[in-house]
């Protein structure tokens, strides 16, 4: 028993150790890494990252997958642009109302995106896979494939304005972290994320509505990537169809190099807070040492098959799909 | 000649097997037989590969070998007919024969198919069955996959030097009456090919067809018997003849149940599939067991109380109220907990701790507006480790780490701390050593004595007896026969065998 124990201490520990000795290792090479200023960097890069990976954690502790995301963010972004010009291109006045149209334009892909999953029994891989490309060309459809500049200062504050050495955006990104944890660890419905995670026959045994879960938890994913959509748009001060690209292969490896398991029912936010460091520190820090960036995603790939390799218990399985 | 000689397993808190000799003549035709849980499945898992034995010795004509796998044991030239049909489906009849060994029908990498289908079709003729070799398998009856399976075990034949030996699980569980007659044909024909190792609850049907019969019992051959002298009564008495200790069984806790307040009604109820109605009360504080044979349709039953399947025609009463709605959670809303026989598929949430898992179904009286009170759920589950006496060093604990009683526990925790009134017991013993089985019945005096009623599906018979206050005896998904088994006027588990087969 004392062996397994600390095994399973040692697995759930290696995430962070992983980001320490990342950032040991670029320090060593080169000084510069360790700064505020670098930081700050790598915090502007990672924070929208942040919030969407946050978002498909939940899907992934109910074991389900969720591909939708850069569609999501796209006609997120795109919804909170328009909004946010048409009324007045402030958010201090009218155009704040922007915010909550482009949380709730998230929220109804999520659930639409969960009504297709459970009511016509598709498999989340396939439903949300094919949502995003929805999504993508419905934001193309809005815009025309233009794209729409933000030129509010108020609202590029959240990039341009920092306390203690990093943006606005970062805090705001913290806090919604706060709020994924606690929905997490202290509401009904993230425990029964991982009931559903851990053993979906036995969820349903006790009682359980497990499709209004599996929706709701789509429903979640849709309103932080809609989250994950301001911050890009505050970041870059632009929202077009491209605005979620590269997303989904970012935030899946985020979410899998933090511990979070696919097959569900263990991990957490947490663990996406450090996978989401891990991948930002190998970007930035290949930067920083110059290797060309074509190395991070060889990187990241491999990062990614060791850390799935970690995290599942290949024991229970006889032969993997 | 096959043989195991002193053959011992044990897996963690249960002594398998103790010790079991065992040995088939050529041509011969030996029966097993045994109650649930008294290790029949796993010495037929020794013979033919797929679980290796502790100490003993596994010897074809003298000669000691030693099975890794299924396929070594094939490769000696001992099949397995297996229960759960083991062909695939969307293959055809030939590539299921041939499945894993398609070496001699390749050249240059691709099949020929016309030879494997003659070579099937010599196989298919051994067991006296005309189809196309060709054809899907899913398209076969349930008895015609099982010739079919036949077939394929008796393709080792060409495979292998020697005699074979094929061991039949259950083969006639789901066969009518003129394709068992036409299945045990097959296999007298068969013996000069083969020996046969034969399992069966019916022993009826085992005594027609064998030429011995081993009884095993706790995990201990306690005698062969020759079938032409045999009678069916005295190996059903040495099935379950053992000491029964009425303290084992906590009778002297054992109190009359409340015959005024009805908790549970059944009225006409037709399961799914099954043509018979069902229909009995459960009584506050009444443990009610339902005994048959593997098959026999006791878990449906439980299945359609849980909400887990709607009942064709009838309606059940909870409280008096007559259920519309069949869900799980309007089951567990009216106070009905039901706690199943694989714990670790849906009694417990591993990598869920404790607390967590008692929870599971209440959440909603521990929390407000959809946030947990998580101080509360502590509580709770510190009282009930200490009221159940759980071995755990705290509620926080991985449940998925416990041992097989203080799982059962945790499950028993959670429906009882939810209030349940009508507790459904799926083997609770099953895997249990000793202790944690005295621990399990004093669970079920405890519930008594506060007025839950229970509904069991007893490991053995003796449990059953010792338990309950009513048996109902259930065959082919029909109650065939009431007992009254309150202390002092307790059936024998004869009286209950001879409706059950």
Request: aromatic share 8%; hydrophobic share 45%; proline share 3%.
């Amino acid at each position: 028993m004392a062996p397994h124990i600390s095994g399973e201490t040692i697995r759930r520990w290696i995430p962070l150790l992983v980001l320490l000795g990342l950032v040991l290792f670029f320090t060593t090479l080169n000084p510069h890494f360790l700064s505020v200023r670098n930081f700050a960097r790598i915090a502007i890069s990672a924070t929208p990252a942040l919030m969407v990976a946050v978002g498909v954690t939940f899907v992934i502790l109910m074991g389900s997958i969720d591909l939708s995301m850069e569609g999501t963010i796209a006609v997120a972004a795109v919804v909170f642009a328009l909004i946010l010009n048409r009324l007045g291109g402030s958010v201090m006045g009218m155009g704040c109302l922007a915010i909550p149209g482009a949380l709730a334009a998230g929220a109804a892909l999520g659930a639409i995106n969960g009504l297709i999953h459970v009511k016509l029994k598709i498999p989340s891989f396939m439903a949300s896979l094919s949502l995003g490309f929805v999504g993508v060309g419905l934001a193309l459809l809005i815009t025309g494939g233009d794209r729409i500049l933000i030129a509010d200062p108020v609202f590029r504050s959240l990039l341009t304005v920092r306390l203690g050495g990093f943006p606005l955006m970062t805090y705001v990104a913290l806090f919604c972290l706060v709020v994924a944890w606690f929905i997490q660890a202290n509401t009904t419905t993230g425990r029964n994320f991982y009931a559903i995670g851990g053993g979906e026959e036995l969820a349903r045994g006790s009682g359980l509505n497990v499709g209004r879960l599996r929706i709701i938890a789509f429903v979640i994913a849709g309103i932080f990537y809609a989250l994950g959509a301001i911050l890009a748009v505050a970041r870059l001060g632009i929202a077009e169809t491209e605005t979620g690209r590269n997303f989904m292969f970012i935030s899946i490896t985020s979410v899998v190099v933090g511990g979070t398991a696919l097959a569900g029912g263990s991990g957490g936010v947490w663990n996406t807070l450090i996978g989401v460091l891990i991948v930002n520190v190998i970007g930035n820090g290949m930067v920083v040492i110059g290797l060309p960036d074509y190395f991070q995603d060889g990187m990241l790939g491999l990062l990614v098959i060791s850390a799935v390799y970690l995290s599942m218990d290949r024991r229970a399985f006889s032969f993997v799909k | 000649m096959f043989e195991l000689k002193n053959v011992e397993k044990r897996y963690p808190g249960v002594h398998v097997l103790k010790g079991v000799d065992f040995h088939i003549n050529d041509g011969e035709i030996v029966g097993l037989v045994g109650e649930n849980g008294a290790g029949k499945s796993t010495l037929m898992k020794i013979i033919y590969g797929a679980v290796q034995p502790d100490a003993g010795s596994v010897l074809i004509d003298g000669k000691p070998l030693y099975f890794r796998t299924p396929r070594d044991a094939m490769r000696a030239g001992i099949g397995m007919v297996y229960q759960e049909q083991s062909l695939i489906p969307n293959l055809t009849v030939m590539e299921n024969i041939f499945l894993g060994f398609e070496a001699p029908f390749v050249r240059m990498g691709a099949i020929n198919w016309r030879k494997m289908a003659q070579a099937a079709q010599h196989q298919l003729n051994k067991v006296k069955l005309d189809i196309d070799p060709a054809i899907i398998t899913s398209r076969l009856t349930f008895a015609q996959r099982q010739l079919v399976e036949l077939a394929k075990v008796l393709a080792l034949e060409e495979r292998v030097e020697g005699r074979l030996v094929i061991l039949l699980d259950e083969p006639t569980s789901v066969l009518s009456r003129k394709e068992i007659e036409l299945l045990f044909d097959v296999v007298r024909e068969l013996r000069r090919r083969a020996s046969f190792i034969f399992v069966s609850h019916r022993l009826d049907e085992i005594l027609a067809l064998s030429d011995r019969v081993y009884v095993l019992k706790d995990g201990a051959i306690v005698d062969v018997v020759n079938s032409r002298q045999a009678q069916a009564e005295s190996i059903q008495k040495k099935m379950v003849g053992r000491d029964i200790n009425e303290q084992y069984y906590r009778e002297d806790r054992q109190l009359a149940y409340r015959d005024d307040k009805i908790l549970l009604e059944l009225d006409r109820v037709v399961c799914k599939g099954r043509p018979h109605e069902i229909s009995f009360k459960l009584h506050a504080g009444e443990v009610l067991a339902l005994v048959g044979v593997e098959g026999a349709g006791r878990e449906k039953i439980l299945r359609s109380i849980f909400g887990m399947t709607r009942p064709e025609k009838g309606s059940i009463r909870v409280d008096g109220e007559t259920m519309r709605a069949f869900s799980v959670s309007n089951s567990v809303a009216h106070g009905v907990g039901y706690i199943p026989r694989e714990r670790k598929v849906e009694g417990i949430a591993g990598g869920m701790n404790v607390y967590e898992n008692m929870t599971l179904s209440q959440l909603k009286g521990y929390s407000t507006g959809g946030v947990l009170k998580l101080g509360a759920e502590h509580e709770l589950a510190r009282e009930w480790i200490r009221k159940l006496s759980i071995k755990v060093p705290s509620e926080n604990a991985d449940c998925g780490n416990l041992s097989g009683g203080n799982q059962q526990k945790v499950v028993l925790a959670k429906w009882r701390s939810s209030g349940s009134r009508i507790i459904m017991l799926d083997h609770p013993t099953r895997g249990l050593d000793i202790g944690a089985k005295e621990d399990v019945y004093d669970m079920v005096r405890e519930m008594s004595e506060k007025g839950v009623g229970v509904i069991l599906i007893a490991d053995t018979l003796e449990e059953a007896i010792g338990l309950s206050h009513t048996i109902a005896v259930v065959k082919d998904g029909e109650i065939k026969q009431w007992f009254n088994c309150q202390p002092g006027s307790k059936p024998s588990p004869f009286d209950l065998i001879r409706h059950m087969v």
